[in-house]
């Protein structure tokens, strides 16, 4: 039984760089998340802090935007799985609710990409993997994509066409959303001339850094129903993770822990892969859309090419995925990316998405990310 | 010896598993065996989780295995720009899978998911080691 339930969701306005402090970027996100809410930051119990601290400056930011908040003295954390740190941060608040331990808690992601120089941003990338056994190879997180990209096509026969596919659709909506950090559409003639950066991956397969925030605010049911005449409740929750390692996957075809986390929200919701009328994917690249596709169960595993080729996962398709540019458009600051998604997918819900509302959508989901496949969320969500 | 000079660029030195870079240098890859319970590990591992022991063997992965995926990298990391490009790939062997580059000597147009390799040991400059595929 759902009876814990998402009251508020904001975001900042996502770009390259920001010009503004972290403490005042995640206050854009609250600020959104809290309008409308019968409620003061007084009346939060608890305030969970997300994002991938390699990139931050502050160290312990959790101390400072709960400060800046006025969140204090009510018990403040850090939370970490690098890009699904909001979603893993949305598990925990929801646990701590159904404990009974809080009424009300604040996930709030963050991620200053541009706090850091691009020397210093291409020396963390050098260390997303095992540093022992793998990052000496020179491997990047783009590079981890495209050879999952590349085993897909050896095994499918997907196509650079077909990627490209999921960034013309991404594109269209990103342009239309004030949120995000490209809002041009591209061509297919873009994508595909665009230079390759780790093949067959090319720039425009690729998602860019991006600086922004996130909140959800997360409360338990009767909570829920006064401070908000439209509670979106938590009815699934899935998570998983694989080896830090990619020559511990079992498979380069499918991620294994989205096909998890998957399997445990849909279980826990008590829904299937087709009730689902609204879903917000991981796409850092394109090859992650159609991994997610399948993973999710939209497709069969091989048939994801099918559904972007049908244009299925448009607005008015079958499964509508990403309509509000995904992280191709939006852009991927870290830590607020879940957040991000679980922000556009209460938007859905409630009926009040601007960029391309879903008619009638009732059920949500979220597919969230970590690192190359190491760290996956699932999350559903109903009106 | 730890790890210090394994790779192109290394990250951090002391590790229990530092045999395998005696081994590396001496020509040969290898991988652990748990003496207690059997359990074969690459990427090595000094201790068993699986039983707990950390009383493991060496092996040496001998054979040949077949090339899961592949990328050629163009911009690499820190430490990585004069690298690039290079080709970087997951080849999987009897029992367990190693993540490496391919030979220099191996161009894009002529690699094939599923063709043969095999691993072995390569100098890179400023005496440093690494392992690496060839066509097997």
Not at chain 1, 72 to 96: D, H, I, N, Q
Not at chain 1, 318 to 335: A, F, Q, R, W
Not at chain 2, 85 to 114: H, M, N, T
Request: with cysteine; aromatic share 8%.
């Amino acid at each position: 039984m759902a009876d814990v339930a998402i009251v508020g969701a904001g975001q900042s306005v996502f770009s390259r760089d920001c010009g503004v402090s972290i403490r005042e970027l995640s206050f854009e996100a609250f600020k959104e998340a809290m309008e409308g809410l019968d409620i003061t930051s007084n009346d939060i119990d608890a305030s969970i802090i997300c994002s991938a601290p390699e990139y931050d400056k502050q160290r312990s930011p959790a101390g400072l935007i709960s400060e800046y908040l006025e969140l204090t003295p009510k018990p403040s954390f850090y939370v970490e799985t690098v890009c699904s740190s909001s979603s893993t941060g949305l598990r925990v608040a929801w646990s701590l609710v159904k404990a009974g331990l809080h009424r009300v808690v604040a996930v709030i992601g963050f991620q200053k990409m541009s706090e850091i120089s691009s020397r210093e941003a291409a020396e963390r990338m050098g260390r997303g993997g095992d540093i022992i056994w793998e990052s000496p190879f020179g491997l990047t997180m783009p590079a981890g994509y495209a050879m999952y990209a590349r085993a897909h096509m050896a095994k499918y026969g997907t196509t650079e066409e077909h990627l490209a596919k999921v960034r013309v659709k991404n594109s269209h909506y990103g342009a239309t959303n004030p949120k995000a950090t490209y809002r041009k559409e591209l061509s297919l003639e873009d994508i595909l001339s665009s230079e390759v950066i780790t093949s067959p991956l090319k720039k425009f397969d690729c998602c860019a850094n991006a600086d922004g925030s996130s909140c959800v605010i997360v409360a338990r049911g009767d909570v829920a129903k006064r401070i908000t005449k439209a509670p979106i409740w938590i009815i699934g929750l899935g998570a998983a993770t694989d080896t830090m390692t990619m020559s511990g996957r079992e498979s380069l075809t499918g991620l294994r822990c989205a096909q998890e986390a998957g399997k445990q929200a849909y279980k826990m919701a008590g829904v299937k892969p087709q009730d689902i009328d609204v879903a917000e994917v991981h796409d850092c690249f394109t090859i992650s859309e159609i991994l997610a596709y399948e993973d999710l169960g939209f497709a069969k595993p091989g048939e994801g090419v099918g559904l972007i080729e049908e244009k299925q996962t448009y607005a008015d398709g079958k499964m509508p995925v990403n309509v509000d540019g995904g992280l191709l458009s939006k852009g991927h600051p870290i830590g607020a990316t879940g957040g991000s998604q679980i922000r556009t997918i209460v938007r859905q819900l409630r009926g009040e998405a601007t960029e391309a509302q879903v008619k009638g959508a009732e059920i949500g989901l979220v597919h969230n990310i970590g690192g190359i496949g190491q760290y996956g969320n699932v999350t559903i969500l109903r009106r | 010896m730890g790890f210090e000079n394994f790779g192109t660029v290394s990250f951090t030195t002391e590790a229990k598993a530092t045999d395998f870079m005696t081994y590396l240098e001496a020509g040969k890859v290898m991988a652990t065996r748990c003496k207690k319970c059997g359990a074969s590990y690459f990427p090595p591992k000094a201790d068993c989780p699986r039983c707990l022991s950390s009383d493991v063997d060496w092996f040496e992965i001998k054979g040949k295995g077949k090339l899961a995926s592949y990328t050629l990298v163009n911009y690499g990391p820190t430490g990585f720009e004069n690298d690039a490009p290079y080709i970087l790939a997951l080849g999987k062997f009897d029992g367990i899978q190693i993540f490496a580059r391919l030979s220099r000597d191996i161009e894009e147009k002529d690699i094939q998911v599923g063709m043969s390799l095999v691993v072995s040991p390569v100098k890179l400059p400023d005496n440093r080691i690494a392992y690496e595929f060839k066509k097997g």
